[in-house]
């Protein structure tokens, strides 16, 4: 009887695996700010208009890659660190630097978000990957 119950729970028991499809180079060359820079962390951001706070990320912009963005630090759109864990959020340690691929959020000045984990690439600044970057968006 164990024997067929193992074979009824297997049958039964379907797994899953999402997985997330590569961006092509040539896509991510067409965000709207490329920069080489560093994640300083999030804040909570609520002005009296909103009854839902902001939750802003913070890059210190080393270069600038493709765009125009003057200031030295670029906000992104980000989530609470207390929500729960979903599939689709993209998660960045303090301190970690690379290139930033960053598209502006609708309806905003100087806001950009990340979509996709292919729009960062954790790389060194003296890297190869990085002067291959500065060639190919000249």
């Known amino acids: ?28 060359a067409e965000a709207d700010l490329i920069v080489y820079g ?13 009854d839902i706070p902001s939750y802003i990320g913070v890059l210190l912009k080393a270069k600038t890659l493709k765009g125009v963005n003057s200031a030295s630090v670029i906000f992104i759109k ?3 660190l207390k929500s729960p864990f979903r599939s689709d959020m993209l998660h960045f340690r303090l301190g ?4 930033w691929f960053l598209n502006l959020v609708p309806n905003t ?3 950009y978000q990340l979509t ?14 990085l002067k291959n970057w500065q060639q190919q968006l000249k």
């Open 1 to 28: 009887m164990r024997l067929i119950s193992l074979f009824v729970l297997l049958f039964f028991v379907q797994n899953s695996h999402a997985d997330w499809a590569a961006i092509s180079d040539k896509a991510l």
């Open 116 to 129: 996709h984990p292919s729009q960062f690439k954790e790389i060194a600044e003296d890297s190869v990957e």
């Open 38 to 50: 560093q994640y300083l962390g999030q804040s909570t951001l609520k002005t009296q208009d909103q």
């Open 78 to 80: 980000r989530y609470s």
């Open 109 to 111: 000045e100087n806001l």
């Open 96 to 99: 970690q630097s690379g290139v």
